[in-house]
């Protein structure tokens, strides 16, 4: 990532060291299974496995009147089990609202649709988050009370009643409609999981950097990488947090947090002037950078789009197209302007601003291997 161009975030200016011990009080004990559940309802104790469960796998919403508050439920079945995350919000005792993209766990489907699962540690954000989401600017606070969940699954209709020893459900019954049944999930996300790029120092034009965890503490890494994060012409992390992008003008690298080693992404022809931060798929399977050369490229620029799903770069793709850059000290494109994902296998970018025909326009391009 560009760390001397506009397009460079730092990732959370801030946090609010603040353990919360409570939502918005102490809610009355009731039976889970007397919150919202249908009348006499038979319930099926017979939990499904295997490929029983894909046809529950989908993205189900519940839509608040304010589309901010809105709750999603995402499904996905892979490896003969159903993985979840949920997306909501919650009321603080000041009667403000925080945000959360969490984990479920304790998942239990039923073959006649009986559905439980829990919300356990999760952060909370002041600002709507979403799902694939991986810089969030804004401060957040660390909840700790253990949100169970339970109701009937029925066609694309889900109903769920809520329980929270301290008032963090929204409503103790919700409704939610399935919408979408093509999805990927993102790691667990904890204040130890979590990472971030922080800025610890400057000189002359250069940033000095870190990667900290969710409590601000520094992250140990190689001496390898802790060399490229003094005045580096890019960094950037991955949207679950497993590695981080990093290297120089003439290879990039990515480190992986799970097997602690670094392998090559790909290597540069001579006369690279900048490469770009990342944007990532919605899957999160692809990396999407662009390489600004403009004496060795036909088109002074070049997209690359990389598939690291298996934790390892491979099948690598890239389009000698015009994209639009400016220059400082570096060149670069800025992700999600000048470049960007529409799905997974759709790119578009935005013609440089001098192009002789249809300048700073957008210009699509399907990739070959899209799967």
């Known amino acids: 990532?560009?760390?001397n161009l506009r397009f460079f975030k730092i990732l959370f200016p801030g946090l609010l060291w603040i353990i919360?011990?409570?939502c918005g009080g102490e809610q009355s004990e009731k039976n889970?299974?007397?919150l919202g559940l249908p009348e006499g309802k038979k319930k099926s104790m017979n939990m499904l496995k295997g490929a029983e469960l894909k046809p529950f796998a989908g993205t189900y919403v519940f839509k608040d009147k304010n589309p901010n508050y809105?709750?999603?439920?995402?499904?996905?079945?892979a490896d003969s089990i159903i993985k979840a995350e949920y997306m909501g919000c919650e009321m603080m005792n000041d009667s403000s609202v925080s945000y959360f993209l969490t984990?479920?766990?304790d998942l239990q489907i039923t073959e006649g649709g009986d559905i439980s699962f829990k919300l356990g540690e999760r952060m909370l954000f002041f600002e709507p988050v979403r799902f694939n989401q991986k810089q969030f600017d804004n401060k957040f606070e660390i909840s700790k009370d253990e949100i169970q969940?339970?109701?009937l699954i029925t066609g694309n209709e889900m109903t769920l009643s809520c329980k929270s020893r301290k008032k963090c459900c929204w409503k103790e019954t919700m409704n939610f409609i399935k919408e979408s049944v093509d999805i990927e999930l993102s790691e667990p996300t904890t204040a130890t999981s979590f990472k971030k790029i922080v800025e610890v120092g400057t000189y002359a034009s250069c940033g000095v950097y870190e990667i900290q965890n969710g409590y601000g503490e520094k992250i140990g890494l190689p001496e390898e990488v802790e060399y490229f994060l003094d005045c580096p012409p890019y960094i950037d992390i991955a949207p679950d947090f497993s590695y981080i992008v990093y290297g120089d003008l003439g290879e990039m690298k990515i480190y992986s947090f799970r097997t602690l080693e670094s392998k090559t992404v790909m290597k540069f022809g001579k006369g690279c002037e900048g490469i770009s931060g990342m944007v990532w798929s919605p899957n999160k399977n692809k990396m999407m950078f662009v390489?600004?050369?403009?004496?060795?490229l036909s088109a002074k620029t070049r997209i690359h789009v990389v598939d690291i799903s298996m934790g390892s770069p491979r099948n690598r793709e890239y389009f000698d197209v015009p994209v639009n850059f400016e220059c400082g000290s570096l060149c670069g494109s800025a992700p999600d302007e000048d470049f960007k994902f529409k799905n997974n296998s759709?790119?578009?970018?935005?013609k440089h601003w001098a192009s002789e025909i249809d300048p700073e326009t957008e210009q699509i391009i399907e990739l070959e291997k899209n799967k």
């Open 70 to 77: 809105n709750h999603f439920l995402r499904l996905e079945f």
């Open 1 to 3: 990532m560009q760390m």
């Open 291 to 296: 390489e600004v050369n403009q004496k060795k």
């Open 20 to 22: 919360l011990n409570s």
């Open 103 to 105: 984990p479920v766990f």
């Open 346 to 350: 759709t790119i578009i970018y935005k």
């Open 32 to 34: 889970l299974e007397d």
């Open 149 to 151: 969940y339970k109701g």
